[in-house]
């Protein structure tokens, strides 16, 4: 029974979206602490911590499990939720002819299945955007430098992971970011994709000089980013508190303050999100 | 007042059914809303028409019996009430007011406006009792002091009076405020302890076989509970379910 | 006129029940699994005797025609349950309750039994705690007592003003441990229309199936009538509207004796009727007499204004209402018992102090309750400067945590705010003493047939008191019938199943379908409400609270008129074979018709005053009940003669050894 009480009951489901659902929540807010960094740290120096805290976040092995976890979390919350969502709809084959739901819930408890599709599609788009073209673009850029020369002339290097800048005539890359010296034959260092300034051109900002196309679209990316960023409000407003409760985290004396940390959560983390491409668009 | 009605007509479980309309003339604010039923079923009896048929018995708000989903809420507009204790005074003259049945799978239809909630009772037969005999020799009531907060919060849960309203409300259809308040009830009292994981784990298998929707914390049931029963008794039915799925041996 | 045997144990009273037990019969565990038991209505008596006697080993069918067990009508009562528990130290005692109880009976209950019910009622409230039922406890986690009208002590279980659901889901609960087990099988939606008799004992029933309109044969050693009381006899009352008569008139007419079926309680603070079309009347807890006073203005003028809209209840000053329980009845004031409460009520409106358009309604007012509390809880605050506003404020608030429910209910069916202007109030038909005649054992005069609950006449006399109901109802299914059933089926346990296949079915069979199939093919004119409606005023403008010969007279006539157009003029839509509510009704309806001639008849026979029975000829000079006890001191049982025949009267004379007959005083 109890076995089986943790897989299939719907308790049980509602639980695997609840810690699913919270474990994202915490992704959220490391996510947004990472991306911050692009609009709080200016220049070269903003590129290269944004480059190096994202080379960090692909080659830690604690990070890569946290991801995996992460990817499954998404998964599972979305497989999860289109169950529940069938398994709702069946339970009212014959639906009402007049019905008023707003007189008894919120709206976002009542679209939690769409919005949480909408922010799938988000997320799908999100990530072959940055993650796709950077871990598969076999033209991704590793992070560049304009050393300005005496003669005003530049020389454009690249940065390695143990921290020395390498002239970019010098080298040949091999497996994506390996900096192979072209007279040597050998590995010399490692590049960092150059995550940052991808996202600043997709927001925006020209960087062609570091091999990025200009972005046509900028507005559109930023419009549909920060849309985006209102869905995934939506979808928190309710589904924050909604885990606690679910979870059986409920308590009269905390259940205010609580519900007041889920609303604040919900409308801040989001915000914070979308103020990263408004930066980087308006910022130009 | 004068009144449109859109009532809800099926000659049984298996036959498809529809809206029907009526108009009522001569409808006092006075009247309950089953009243005004009753004046229609009386109106239809005289034109021939059979009547509509609607479950009902106490008519002070606390068998559970009435069932009508009014207008788009489980027993109409009013708070805190069920369809017999509604009051045609929350509505206007020449209103038009949709009458339908209580809608989910876990509640079929048997004629029109009449549900079949036998789901209820299996559902209470799974658990929702404390194993009892009569016997004279129980021990004194006094015994086994029950904090007056526990006792109080047992009472709310169990004035239960498991009409629907919680499943009819839900986008959904789930029936988790009518079994978490059972299992609320007996989870709050001593007496109720000694069997709390079986009980749960139990109750909500049934729930779930019965095929009723998963809770989704929209909060719809406990606004149109007619007894306002907490949501706090789902949480608190979740916790005992966690505890109980991880800890029992079976 | 025959004497009865009520079959009452020899010894002292306080012995009678434990003998009683250790000498009758019982059957042995194995030989339980071999009996069937028929349980008609899951109310606290049907429900608890149910659950009990699957416990026991007995195989149950139970029947209820509501959609599941827990909807029966019991789950209305209010205030709360009476038990001889002494928790408050008061002195009360099994001893207080019975007397207390017979006297509130108005001396015309039968002491054996009573006794017995005082000795069990601690009982009760161990069992249902150990059931979990939440009664009211106090804040160090001790069961909590109100005080009831007609008594000195406080011995009211309760749970806020919804006690009787939480006993009834008690029993609920118990009930569906044993149809989890297989040991009960709950046919919900059925509604036994016939008993079977075989060699003139009980072997069964004829239910309809009220979705598909089936009739089904269903067998027992013994069956168990707790289908509750009456009262909707009067068409409005605080009954159910599926409350009815049917499984008691049944078994009347297969020769049950019907005792004292005048015995009908008004209660006496129910909501004022508002108008024609209403269904039923809603009640509004005794409890609510505790804290609420009852008045009427003093001066005509006064009640004309505020009838006119004029003048609010509110307007007047403490001369110028009349207190008029306290007036009267000073030791006991506004907790005097219902009967009493009730006529008191009547008589100020029929005398033209009636409050609203109607003129029936007093005032039931909370307003120095709710300020007496407001200072006791300024004062636990320390609020030693509350103004007035906050007093009020305070004490609405302590009235919210005991009546809020009721008041709710007030406030949504008056739209007016009690809170704040008296409540308007009227006595209702309520409950029925009267019932099904049974013996010591609850069994009645068909052998292997029982009564419980309401729908038996035992306990209460003329009168009950409040909270009795409650304790009366679970006293019999937990704690009497288990036992007393046994004696008969001692003698059972070699009959084997009783087979269904036999000329007895076939015939009960019959004749419900010619009857049912006559209302359907009847194709009259009026609906059955018509009916209902005519009989239930003939009933409460004649048989109602106060009765005289010549009004009686005229009902018994009005009522068999009723009866005839009712055969020629009923009209019932829709099949047999069916779901089919007005059917159910016709058929209901036809039983109270028939029982409302019986109910005037009986009225008429007694012609002295007791309890809820009220007869305008016998009263004493200030207008109280007089009892007849040299000529009326015995419970009349009727036997049934058929429809167009006068019943028999078989008198159960009613001896107090134990009690000293008085004339009631509550002054």
Same mark, same amino acid.
């Given at each position: 029974?109890?076995?089986?009480?943790?897989?299939?009951?719907?308790?049980?489901?509602?639980?695997?979206?609840?810690?699913?659902?919270?474990?994202?929540?915490?992704?959220?807010?490391?996510?947004?602490?990472?991306?911050?960094?692009?609009?709080?740290?200016?220049?070269?120096?903003?590129?290269?911590?944004?480059?190096?805290?994202?080379?960090?976040?692909?080659?830690?092995?604690?990070?890569?499990?946290?991801?995996?976890?992460?990817?499954?979390?998404?998964?599972?919350?979305? =497989?999860?939720?289109?169950?529940?969502?069938?398994? $709702? *709809?069946?339970?009212? !084959?014959? +639906? /009402? &002819? #007049?019905?008023?739901?707003?007189?008894?819930?919120?709206?976002?408890?009542?679209?939690?299945?769409?919005?949480?599709?909408?922010?799938?599609?988000?997320?799908?788009?999100?990530?072959?955007?940055?993650?796709?073209?950077?871990?598969?673009?076999?033209?991704?850029?590793?992070?560049?430098?304009?050393?300005?020369?005496?003669?005003?002339?530049?020389?454009?290097?690249?940065?390695?992971?143990?921290?020395?800048?390498?002239?970019?005539?010098?080298?040949?890359?091999?497996?994506?970011?390996?900096?192979?010296?072209?007279?040597?034959?050998?590995?010399?260092?490692?590049?960092?994709?150059?995550?940052?300034?991808?996202? =600043?051109?997709?927001?925006?900002?020209?960087?062609? $000089? *570091?091999?990025?196309? !200009?972005? +046509? /679209? &900028? #507005?559109?990316?930023?419009?549909?980013?920060?849309?985006?960023?209102?869905?995934?409000?939506?979808?928190?407003?309710?589904?924050?508190?909604?885990?606690?409760?679910?979870?059986?985290?409920?308590?009269?004396?905390?259940?205010?303050?609580?519900?007041?940390?889920?609303?604040?959560?919900?409308?801040?983390?989001?915000?914070?999100?979308?103020?990263?491409?408004?930066?980087?668009?308006?910022?130009? | 007042?004068?009144?449109?009605?859109?009532?809800?007509?099926?000659?049984?479980?298996?036959?498809?059914?529809?809206?029907?309309?009526?108009?009522?003339?001569?409808?006092?604010?006075?009247?309950?809303?089953?009243?005004?039923?009753?004046?229609?079923?009386?109106?239809?009896?005289?034109?021939?028409?059979?009547?509509?048929?609607?479950?009902?018995?106490?008519?002070?708000?606390?068998?559970?019996?009435?069932?009508?989903?009014?207008?788009?809420?489980?027993?109409?507009?009013?708070?805190?009430?069920?369809?017999?204790?509604?009051?045609?005074?929350?509505?206007?003259?020449?209103?038009?007011?949709?009458?339908?049945?209580?809608?989910?799978?876990?509640?079929?239809?048997?004629?029109?406006?009449?549900?079949?909630?036998?789901?209820?009772?299996?559902?209470?037969?799974?658990?929702?009792?404390?194993?009892?005999?009569?016997?004279?020799?129980?021990?004194?009531?006094?015994?086994?002091?029950?904090?007056?907060?526990?006792?109080?919060?047992?009472?709310?849960?169990?004035?239960?009076?498991?009409?629907?309203?919680?499943?009819?409300?839900?986008?959904?259809?789930?029936?988790?405020?009518?079994?978490?308040?059972?299992?609320?009830?007996?989870?709050?009292?001593?007496?109720?302890?000694?069997?709390?994981?079986?009980?749960?784990?139990?109750?909500?298998?049934?729930?779930?076989?019965?095929?009723?929707?998963?809770?989704?914390?929209?909060?719809?049931?406990?606004?149109?509970?007619?007894?306002?029963?907490?949501?706090?008794?789902?949480?608190?039915?979740?916790?005992?379910?966690?505890?109980?799925?991880?800890?029992?041996?079976? | 006129?025959?004497?009865?045997?009520?079959?009452?144990?020899?010894?002292?009273?306080?012995?009678?029940?434990?003998?009683?037990?250790?000498?009758?019969?019982?059957?042995?565990?194995?030989?339980?699994?071999?009996?069937?038991?028929?349980?008609?209505?899951?109310?606290?008596?049907?429900?608890?005797?149910?659950?009990?006697?699957?416990?026991?080993?007995?195989?149950?069918?139970?029947?209820?025609?509501?959609?599941?067990?827990?909807?029966?009508?019991?789950?209305?009562?209010?205030?709360?349950?009476?038990?001889?528990?002494?928790?408050?130290?008061?002195?009360?005692?099994?001893?207080?309750?019975?007397?207390?109880?017979?006297?509130?009976?108005?001396?015309?209950?039968?002491?054996?039994?009573?006794?017995?019910?005082?000795?069990?009622?601690?009982?009760?409230?161990?069992?249902?705690?150990?059931?979990?039922?939440?009664?009211?406890?106090?804040?160090?986690?001790?069961?909590?007592?109100?005080?009831?009208?007609?008594?000195?002590?406080?011995?009211?279980?309760?749970?806020?003003?919804?006690?009787?659901?939480?006993?009834?889901?008690?029993?609920?609960?118990?009930?569906?441990?044993?149809?989890?087990?297989?040991?009960?099988?709950?046919?919900?939606?059925?509604?036994?229309?016939?008993?079977?008799?075989?060699?003139?004992?009980?072997?069964?029933?004829?239910?309809?199936?009220?979705?598909?309109?089936?009739?089904?044969?269903?067998?027992?050693?013994?069956?168990?009538?707790?289908?509750?009381?009456?009262?909707?006899?009067?068409?409005?009352?605080?009954?159910?509207?599926?409350?009815?008569?049917?499984?008691?008139?049944?078994?009347?007419?297969?020769?049950?004796?019907?005792?004292?079926?005048?015995?009908?309680?008004?209660?006496?603070?129910?909501?004022?009727?508002?108008?024609?079309?209403?269904?039923?009347?809603?009640?509004?807890?005794?409890?609510?007499?505790?804290?609420?006073?009852?008045?009427?203005?003093?001066?005509?003028?006064?009640?004309?204004?505020?009838?006119?809209?004029?003048?609010?209840?509110?307007?007047?000053?403490?001369?110028?209402?009349?207190?008029?329980?306290?007036?009267?009845?000073?030791?006991?004031?506004?907790?005097?018992?219902?009967?009493?409460?009730?006529?008191?009520?009547?008589?100020?409106?029929?005398?033209?102090?009636?409050?609203?358009?109607?003129?029936?309604?007093?005032?039931?007012?909370?307003?120095?309750?709710?300020?007496?509390?407001?200072?006791?809880?300024?004062?636990?605050?320390?609020?030693?400067?509350?103004?007035?506003?906050?007093?009020?404020?305070?004490?609405?608030?302590?009235?919210?945590?005991?009546?809020?429910?009721?008041?709710?209910?007030?406030?949504?069916?008056?739209?007016?705010?009690?809170?704040?202007?008296?409540?308007?109030?009227?006595?209702?038909?309520?409950?029925?003493?009267?019932?099904?005649?049974?013996?010591?054992?609850?069994?009645?005069?068909?052998?292997?047939?029982?009564?419980?609950?309401?729908?038996?006449?035992?306990?209460?006399?003329?009168?009950?008191?409040?909270?009795?109901?409650?304790?009366?109802?679970?006293?019999?299914?937990?704690?009497?019938?288990?036992?007393?059933?046994?004696?008969?089926?001692?003698?059972?346990?070699?009959?084997?199943?009783?087979?269904?296949?036999?000329?007895?079915?076939?015939?009960?069979?019959?004749?419900?379908?010619?009857?049912?199939?006559?209302?359907?093919?009847?194709?009259?004119?009026?609906?059955?409400?018509?009916?209902?409606?005519?009989?239930?005023?003939?009933?409460?403008?004649?048989?109602?609270?106060?009765?005289?010969?010549?009004?009686?007279?005229?009902?018994?006539?009005?009522?068999?008129?009723?009866?005839?157009?009712?055969?020629?003029?009923?009209?019932?839509?829709?099949?047999?074979?069916?779901?089919?509510?007005?059917?159910?009704?016709?058929?209901?309806?036809?039983?109270?018709?028939?029982?409302?001639?019986?109910?005037?008849?009986?009225?008429?026979?007694?012609?002295?005053?007791?309890?809820?029975?009220?007869?305008?000829?016998?009263?004493?000079?200030?207008?109280?009940?007089?009892?007849?006890?040299?000529?009326?001191?015995?419970?009349?049982?009727?036997?049934?003669?058929?429809?167009?025949?006068?019943?028999?009267?078989?008198?159960?004379?009613?001896?107090?050894?134990?009690?000293?007959?008085?004339?009631?005083?509550?002054?």
């Amino acid at each position: 029974m109890s076995k089986s009480a943790i897989l299939s009951s719907s308790i049980a489901k509602k639980w695997w979206m609840s810690l699913t659902g919270l474990f994202l929540c915490l992704f959220l807010v490391g996510h947004l602490l990472g991306n911050l960094q692009i609009i709080f740290f200016s220049g070269d120096e903003g590129q290269r911590v944004f480059n190096e805290y994202a080379y960090f976040m692909t080659h830690n092995p604690l990070i890569k499990l946290l991801s995996y976890l992460t990817y499954f979390s998404i998964l599972f919350h979305a =497989v999860d939720g289109i169950i529940l969502t069938f398994q $709702n *709809k069946r339970a009212r !084959p014959i +639906k /009402y &002819a #007049y019905s008023k739901p707003q007189k008894n819930s919120s709206t976002p408890s009542r679209y939690m299945a769409i919005l949480g599709s909408a922010i799938l599609i988000f997320i799908i788009m999100h990530m072959s955007n940055f993650w796709g073209v950077m871990h598969f673009d076999k033209n991704m850029p590793l992070h560049t430098k304009n050393l300005v020369r005496p003669d005003s002339s530049y020389q454009k290097l690249y940065l390695t992971t143990n921290g020395t800048f390498l002239p970019v005539e010098q080298v040949e890359i091999n497996n994506k970011t390996e900096l192979i010296d072209k007279e040597l034959n050998l590995k010399i260092g490692e590049g960092y994709k150059d995550l940052h300034s991808l996202t =600043v051109s997709f927001f925006g900002h020209n960087k062609t $000089n *570091k091999g990025f196309p !200009p972005n +046509k /679209y &900028a #507005y559109l990316a930023v419009i549909l980013y920060v849309f985006s960023m209102a869905v995934l409000s939506f979808h928190l407003w309710h589904g924050f508190n909604s885990a606690f409760q679910t979870l059986g985290i409920s308590h009269e004396k905390y259940n205010s303050a609580l519900s007041l940390f889920g609303k604040i959560f919900s409308v801040l983390v989001p915000l914070a999100f979308a103020s990263i491409p408004i930066t980087i668009f308006l910022t130009k | 007042m004068k009144l449109k009605l859109k009532v809800w007509r099926q000659k049984n479980r298996k036959e498809k059914g529809k809206l029907e309309t009526y108009s009522l003339d001569n409808v006092s604010e006075h009247m309950s809303f089953l009243e005004m039923m009753d004046v229609l079923n009386e109106q239809l009896i005289n034109d021939g028409v059979e009547p509509v048929a609607f479950d009902h018995d106490c008519r002070e708000g606390i068998c559970g019996m009435c069932s009508m989903y009014i207008n788009g809420q489980p027993h109409g507009p009013d708070r805190g009430v069920t369809t017999c204790q509604l009051h045609m005074r929350k509505f206007n003259d020449g209103d038009t007011i949709y009458i339908e049945p209580f809608r989910a799978k876990g509640f079929p239809i048997v004629k029109d406006l009449v549900v079949d909630r036998g789901a209820f009772d299996r559902i209470q037969r799974a658990g929702g009792f404390i194993s009892v005999n009569t016997s004279g020799n129980t021990q004194d009531a006094n015994l086994t002091p029950v904090p007056k907060k526990d006792a109080d919060k047992a009472f709310d849960a169990a004035t239960c009076i498991g009409c629907g309203a919680c499943v009819a409300s839900c986008k959904n259809a789930s029936a988790m405020l009518f079994v978490s308040a059972k299992v609320s009830q007996y989870s709050l009292l001593p007496q109720g302890k000694v069997e709390a994981k079986r009980r749960v784990l139990n109750m909500v298998e049934q729930m779930d076989k019965e095929g009723f929707g998963n809770c989704t914390n929209t909060g719809a049931c406990h606004v149109e509970c007619p007894k306002e029963i907490s949501l706090e008794n789902i949480a608190r039915m979740n916790r005992e379910f966690l505890k109980a799925s991880i800890t029992s041996e079976k | 006129m025959t004497a009865l045997d009520s079959k009452i144990p020899e010894g002292p009273i306080k012995e009678k029940w434990t003998n009683h037990k250790n000498k009758i019969n019982v059957v042995n565990p194995a030989n339980k699994r071999l009996i069937d038991v028929i349980v008609v209505g899951t109310g606290l008596a049907g429900a608890s005797a149910s659950a009990s006697l699957a416990e026991m080993g007995y195989n149950v069918k139970a029947f209820c025609f509501q959609d599941t067990p827990r909807r029966a009508h019991s789950i209305a009562a209010q205030g709360g349950i009476n038990a001889a528990k002494n928790y408050q130290n008061d002195g009360d005692s099994v001893y207080r309750l019975f007397y207390d109880t017979v006297k509130g009976g108005d001396y015309r209950a039968r002491e054996a039994n009573v006794y017995r019910l005082a000795e069990v009622s601690a009982n009760i409230i161990d069992q249902c705690v150990a059931q979990g039922v939440p009664f009211a406890r106090d804040y160090g986690g001790l069961l909590d007592n109100r005080s009831f009208g007609g008594v000195l002590v406080s011995r009211t279980f309760y749970a806020k003003g919804q006690t009787g659901q939480q006993l009834l889901l008690g029993a609920y609960s118990a009930m569906n441990r044993q149809i989890g087990k297989g040991k009960i099988q709950m046919y919900s939606r059925h509604e036994m229309l016939e008993l079977v008799k075989i060699n003139g004992k009980a072997r069964g029933i004829i239910a309809r199936n009220l979705i598909t309109g089936e009739l089904e044969r269903h067998s027992a050693h013994a069956v168990v009538i707790a289908s509750g009381g009456y009262g909707n006899v009067f068409f409005l009352s605080t009954n159910a509207m599926g409350s009815n008569v049917t499984a008691a008139w049944r078994i009347h007419k297969k020769g049950a004796f019907f005792a004292n079926p005048c015995y009908t309680q008004i209660h006496p603070t129910c909501i004022p009727r508002s108008g024609d079309y209403q269904s039923k009347l809603t009640l509004m807890s005794e409890s609510l007499r505790n804290d609420g006073r009852i008045w009427v203005p003093k001066n005509k003028e006064d009640v004309i204004d505020i009838r006119e809209g004029k003048k609010k209840p509110t307007d007047l000053s403490e001369e110028e209402r009349d207190y008029y329980l306290e007036r009267r009845y000073p030791a006991f004031g506004n907790l005097v018992p219902r009967d009493v409460a009730s006529r008191a009520a009547k008589e100020r409106c029929d005398a033209g102090f009636g409050v609203n358009e109607t003129g029936e309604a007093v005032y039931l007012d909370f307003a120095s309750a709710i300020f007496r509390y407001g200072k006791e809880k300024a004062t636990i605050n320390n609020e030693r400067e509350a103004s007035k506003e906050r007093i009020i404020e305070l004490g609405e608030e302590v009235i919210k945590a005991k009546y809020g429910n009721l008041f709710q209910m007030y406030w949504k069916i008056t739209d007016e705010n009690p809170y704040k202007t008296p409540m308007m109030i009227y006595p209702a038909v309520h409950y029925t003493m009267g019932g099904v005649w049974v013996d010591y054992n609850l069994m009645t005069t068909i052998p292997g047939c029982y009564a419980a609950g309401e729908a038996n006449f035992s306990d209460h006399g003329a009168n009950r008191l409040g909270a009795s109901a409650l304790m009366q109802g679970l006293a019999d299914g937990y704690f009497v019938l288990p036992y007393t059933i046994g004696d008969y089926l001692a003698d059972d346990i070699r009959t084997g199943k009783i087979p269904v296949e036999t000329k007895e079915f076939e015939e009960a069979e019959a004749g419900v379908k010619a009857r049912l199939e006559g209302f359907v093919n009847k194709k009259g004119t009026k609906s059955v409400d018509h009916f209902h409606r005519r009989l239930g005023k003939v009933m409460w403008n004649k048989v109602g609270m106060a009765r005289n010969e010549k009004g009686l007279k005229e009902a018994i006539k009005e009522i068999q008129q009723i009866r005839e157009e009712f055969h020629k003029e009923v009209m019932v839509p829709g099949g047999a074979y069916e779901f089919n509510p007005e059917l159910e009704k016709a058929a209901r309806v036809e039983d109270f018709i028939e029982l409302g001639e019986l109910f005037a008849k009986d009225a008429l026979h007694r012609t002295e005053s007791c309890g809820g029975h009220f007869r305008e000829e016998s009263q004493t000079p200030e207008g109280e009940a007089l009892r007849d006890d040299v000529n009326f001191s015995f419970t009349s049982a009727w036997e049934w003669k058929g429809v167009n025949s006068a019943p028999v009267l078989h008198k159960e004379i009613l001896s107090f050894k134990d009690i000293e007959l008085k004339q009631r005083s509550y002054k």
